[in-house]
């Protein structure tokens, strides 16, 4: 998961739910642990001159990042069962939820007879005021934010600071329930043409959800159809997915609560203060204002019946499935199959969320520090950072021979490189322990009720997380690796180790791994991470003048990789670029240091080749159009072939000529240093 965006709220919502995780560098989904599909190859092999990444990876089974993941997940596994076996192990909370958890048949008896009083007390809510009552109750019980959007994030230009951060409508999250990575939360496929195509899916959805709550055909199509029509208004004032994508500080708006007040006068957000004890709060932000205008003017009487429905769809979406699981997990296993073309089932989405996300959670940092015990050693975690230490040293050198910056910004680029953190392995921080007591199966409780103590216990410490420094949660088991701006912080959990774990070559090792370093430090620097100081606070460190070539020399990116087609999809180079710029930069500063060690002909074409393989990647069309639409990254061969043909010392060491397809002309060619 790399750092470039806020992340959800740390609310207990992320317990059950089977949520997609972001692999980094990674557009293929899990399931690929499961599904051993093959990749339709072209018949002939090509020329590695026309076609870098396609010759390279021919014909081949291994795919770095999902061989990796499939290997951390069984440690894991193990590492768990080992850990329950284990009679020293008293984590009763843990031991009684996943007692439950395991109980099946009890849990499908169960069905969603603990959501049924919300449900009541939304349709007996007769005015706005007892609407708000519900939703706020909703929120704090469930962890499912509605139509008062929120999370729990870092103050932007302070990161010492956290604030609450109002934000636009996720009015339907279904690419957490088909783990399809990149497909819009909020409202833009309802207006967009280019999401129009997953309409349809999505709707449908929804109303196999109403269906199952009691709603015939016809009531279910009704509120789907008013649903929809509320989507209509508030997109007409909302920012694009792609300008969501662009400059932070355009739609990144600090608030105190005097300009709360000021602003927004029916969204209950007096009252929602109250509800987590955090009324004296003054620190506040918006995301997207025109958006959030527009819903305060939309919460009123008028529109309680459509605010009704939209609460109890949310509810049906992300808690339906706790207990439920065959009838509701099929609503987006089907979901998913109609997306992406690749089946899956509800065993499947259990399983991942079981071993991955159930698990882990509710074992929290003892579990991160038994992993790393046990599967990643004091050696391995020092040579991990010699690396990260070789590249940023290397990297100053790049800064310090651009001929574009003046002294006073590559003074303050180096800067930021002398004070970035390096985390490797599992880093503590500080934790809030559960207070709440959970009741056993044999004494009444059920996994749903049990779920609501646990969520509630979560919202409880809101009030103490937002005078504390946040920082995001990233799987600790998700092979992957990340820059966070906002902090100024490279990190490699442990996890990252098994990427190249049977790779002993140095050059090898660069293409795996080496790569992925750059590319992360590179970040700092990309059309996003530029705009933060060494202390991760958005500042303004350029001069006028840099900023304009930086500017210029992006804009040549983006147009560079607008031109890049796969599969008939051309790649969205605007979308894509600080992705891009981190790819570039990556592989330009291994190159350098491969200079500076007087690499051979053969250790570059080592480098070269493990760089491609890194990328190696299986996807069908309907996945790479998503992916086109909505991901920041380039597909993965636009990642091998395109960062390449911009390389110099590539066409040396392959000797390419203006005839062969991977020949970019050298006036063509892009970097930022």
């Known amino acids: 998961m790399e750092g470039n965006e806020l992340k959800k709220k740390n609310k207990l919502l992320w317990y059950l739910i089977p949520i997609v995780l972001v692999i980094a560098l990674l557009v293929a989904g899990f399931f690929l642990l499961f599904n051993n599909k093959k990749e339709e190859k072209e018949e002939k092999k090509p020329n590695l001159q026309d076609d870098y990444y396609e010759s390279i990876n021919y014909g081949s089974i291994n795919y770095p990042f999902i061989d990796a993941q499939r290997n951390v997940t069984t440690n894991l596994m193990m590492l768990i069962k080992s850990i329950e ?3 020293t192990f008293t984590n009763e909370n843990y031991i009684n939820f996943i007692e439950l958890y395991d109980d099946k048949e009890g849990r499908e008896q169960a069905g969603i007879e603990a959501l049924k009083p919300y449900f009541e007390e939304i349709d007996n809510a007769s005015n706005l005021d007892e609407f ?39 009015l339907e999250d279904f690419k957490t329930f088909t783990l399809v990575d990149g497909m819009p939360s909020g409202l833009e496929f309802f207006t967009s043409e280019e999401y129009s195509k997953y309409k349809e899916t999505f709707v449908k959805a929804r109303i196999e959800f109403l269906k199952l709550y009691g709603y015939d055909e016809e009531k279910a199509t009704q509120v789907s159809n008013d649903i929809n029509e509320f989507a209509k208004v508030l997109q007409d004032k909302s920012i694009s997915i792609n300008e969501l994508h662009g400059n932070i500080t355009k739609y990144f708006k600090l608030y105190s609560k005097s300009d709360i007040d000021n602003t927004f006068h029916n969204l209950p957000i007096d009252k929602f203060l109250s509800k987590y004890n955090i009324s004296d709060n003054d620190r506040f932000a918006v995301i ?120 006073s910004t590559k003074q303050e680029a180096i800067k930021k490189l002398d004070n970035m ?76 180790r098994e990427m190249y774990r049977d790779i002993t070559d140095k050059y090898e090792i660069y293409g795996y791994a080496g790569a992925v370093v750059a590319h992360e430090i590179s970040h700092a620097f990309d059309s996003n991470g530029s705009l933060y100081d060494e202390h991760g606070n958005l500042n303004n460190w350029w001069t006028d003048e840099d900023k304009a070539k930086y500017d210029e020399l992006k804009q040549a990116i ?51 080749e493990a760089y491609a393989k890194l990328w190696n990647q299986k996807v069908n069309k309907a996945e790479l159009e998503i992916a086109i639409l909505s991901d920041n990254h380039s597909p993965n061969k636009v ?29 063509k060619r892009v970097s930022l240093w």
């Open 639 to 667: 990642r091998t072939n395109a960062v390449l043909s911009s390389m110099d010392k590539f066409y040396e060491v392959y000797d390419i000529k203006e005839s062969d397809k991977m020949y970019v002309a050298k006036d």
């Open 421 to 496: 953190k390096v985390n490797v392995g599992f880093v503590q921080r500080k934790e809030y322990p559960v207070d709440a007591k959970l009741i056993k199966k044999d004494e009444g409780g059920t996994l749903l009720g049990n779920y609501i103590l646990l969520n509630q216990d979560e919202s409880s410490k809101i009030a103490l997380k937002i005078n504390d420094v946040y920082y995001p949660e990233v799987s600790h088991f998700m092979v992957n690796a990340y820059y966070n701006q906002t902090d100024n912080s490279i990190n490699f959990p442990s996890s990252f």
């Open 132 to 170: 708000t009552d519900i939703m706020l109750k909703v929120d704090y019980d469930l962890g499912v934010t509605s139509l008062l959007n929120w999370e729990l994030g870092p103050n932007l230009y302070d990161t010492s600071q956290s604030l609450i951060i109002f934000e636009p409508v996720l």
């Open 288 to 407: 997207d204002e025109g958006h959030l205008i527009e819903l305060d003017n939309y919460y009123t009487e008028e529109h309680l019946p459509v605010m009704k429905e939209i609460l109890k769809v949310l509810i049906l979406e992300r808690v339906a499935s706790i207990n439920s699981n065959s009838e509701y997990l099929k609503v987006f296993a089907d979901c998913y199959a109609s997306l992406t073309g690749e089946a899956v089932n509800g065993v499947q989405i259990s399983t991942f969320y079981e071993q991955m996300i159930l698990k882990p959670k509710l074992m929290g940092s003892y579990l991160n520090i038994k992993y790393d015990e046990k599967f990643f050693t004091e050696v391995e975690k020092l040579e991990i950072v010699e690396l990260i230490n070789k590249v940023k040293d290397q990297y100053k050198e790049v800064i310090n021979s651009s001929t574009w910056m003046s002294d």
């Open 558 to 608: 983006i147009d560079y990789y607008s031109n890049y087609e796969v599969l008939g999809l051309k790649v969205n180079g605007e979308h894509t670029v600080p992705e891009n710029i981190a790819d570039l930069g990556g592989v330009k500063t291994i190159l350098s240091i491969m200079e500076s060690e007087n690499a051979t002909k053969e250790d570059y074409i080592k480098f070269f």
């Open 85 to 87: 076996s284990d009679t």
